[in-house]
């Protein structure tokens, strides 16, 4: 299998604003990040707002340039490119909206076509190609309605269809499902992942919410605070996060973590030891945890959990209420025979 | 009444006189607002074309221009009208002078419809590669084209205004028309006449706006 080529590459880029204020303080919105993104992936960039994902991903097609470091979209630095020359460059890159950011003033055909109007396509070539992408976002009959005739999800289908007009290979999404009900957010996802798989275009998607990650991304980068705290695939990041942030995004969609209110009542009705498993793939045999367990007298009961499945691979997390008549010490015993099998994690 | 009759030749001569003035400074006074408009919007901080220096000083002009009194403008610009159309009376003076004003007036009216586009749309022009001229002419001007032809229906009304005090620099229109056979003669059935005249002027092109803004609106 050749090795994945990278179509977006940030260098150690920084984006500085100056102090909105005389005298104030410069605000870093992107400190020192560096990302790679393959042909082909769906990486997914999850941060709490204010977190810098926006302007991240604004970086990637110079709507807002960076203070320092590079980026390099398929292999040409766009860091330092006047504007002028960025035509070319964004023509390639698609975009998406949270607001869908469509012309209120143009059906959705002239919406449609309007970047291959920028790119001076002649009418016949821009027509076709209006009608084949208007069909492939399942819109035909929409083509000479205006974007206020629309609901939510076709306008971003339409949104879609402009950005995908000119053959992309990158597509940009900004918090694209957003301002969508969770019905019409899974239509979406879909089609994004119909651009993926059709059309192998390669596309970053930005979001606060961890669903979005988990039906469409392939990797993940978390972001706090300007930085990328955490990447890689999705599984690993799910099944096994390393940041508290990335815990906590995590936690909103994987069922099987008590809360901290939940856990505070498990822990008044359990008064011994609490303790939670991760269990990975078929990487840990639960039989032989629990085997453990029951050889040194350690008497259990589940009181959390669950089993996810993310990507075709399931993990999930087992919470254990942990009684022993050896005491502490025969619990701290087994524990450290189980810590050599998978991650335990005391919750008292 | 029968004075009225008898002045009908110069009240129809006058109305055609306020239609030649305010059709003029509508084109002209409408053109030049559009310009300071898009100045201003354009330079303003976080715009396609963001320049602090020329919005400060467009800005400042305005602000200037705008408060004065049209009848002391139109006194302190004869100067300015003498260099530019060669007279500092008639018509034609005054057209100059209330295209001049009617620009800044109508330049702030502009911005404002202007800022009423979604900057979103702006940047999703941007992000397929449009450059400023493109965004202008296909983007911001259409996105904005229902508040704009409000805003210039209103600046007509304004311009009707303006127009009446051409008499004091030797113009015509309804204004001078009813200073002059109507206030001064004490007859007020004149000044009437002419009042209703620009009534159902301004009525009638509030109307064409307002349906030609609906219809810019719904699309």
Known sequence: MPAPSPVVELRDVSKVYPPTVKGGAEVVAIDGVSLTVDAGDVYGIIGYSGAGKSTLVRLINALERSTSGEILVNGQDIARLPERELRPVRLGIGMIFQQFNLLGSRTVAANVGYPLEVARQPKDTRRARVAEMLDFVGLSDKARAYPDQLSGGQKQRVGIARALATQPGILLADEATSALDPETTHEVLDLLGRVNKEFGVTIVVITHEMDVIQTLATKVAVMDQGRVIERGDVFDVFSNPQQPASARFVSTVVKGLPSAGELAVLRHRHPGRIVTLAFRDSSVDQARVFGEFAAAGVTFEVVYGGINEIQGRSFGHLTLALTSAGGDSSIDAVLDRVRTLTTVTEVR | ?219
């Open chain 2, 1 to 219: 009444m029968d004075s009225l009759i008898a002045l009908m030749p110069e009240f129809w001569k006058a109305a055609g006189e306020t239609l030649y003035i305010v059709g003029f400074t509508l084109f002209f006074g409408g053109l030049g607002g559009l310009l300071v408009g898009l100045g201003l919007y354009l330079t303003r901080a976080g715009s396609i074309l963001a320049n602090k220096p020329v919005f400060v000083v467009l800005n400042l002009f305005v602000n200037i221009v705008r408060p004065i009194p049209f009848i002391i403008f139109l006194a302190a610009a004869q100067p300015l009208a003498r260099m530019v159309v060669g007279t500092g009376i008639g018509n034609n003076a005054i057209i100059f002078t209330i295209s001049l004003a009617a620009s800044f007036a109508m330049g702030r009216i502009v911005e404002q419809n202007l800022l009423t586009v979604t900057p979103g749309v702006i940047e999703a022009a941007r992000s397929v590669g449009a450059g400023p001229l493109r965004i202008i002419f296909t983007v911001l001007l259409p996105e904005a084209l229902g508040p704009l032809i409000l805003g210039y229906t209103f600046i007509f009304v304004a311009l009707v205004d303006m127009s009446a005090v051409a008499g004091y620099v030797g113009g015509g229109g309804l204004g001078n028309f009813a200073l002059l056979y109507g206030y001064r003669q004490f007859n007020p059935v004149v000044t009437w006449a002419a009042v209703l005249l620009i009534i159902v002027l301004v009525q009638l092109v509030q109307f064409l706006g307002n349906w030609l803004a609906r219809r810019a609106f719904r699309r």
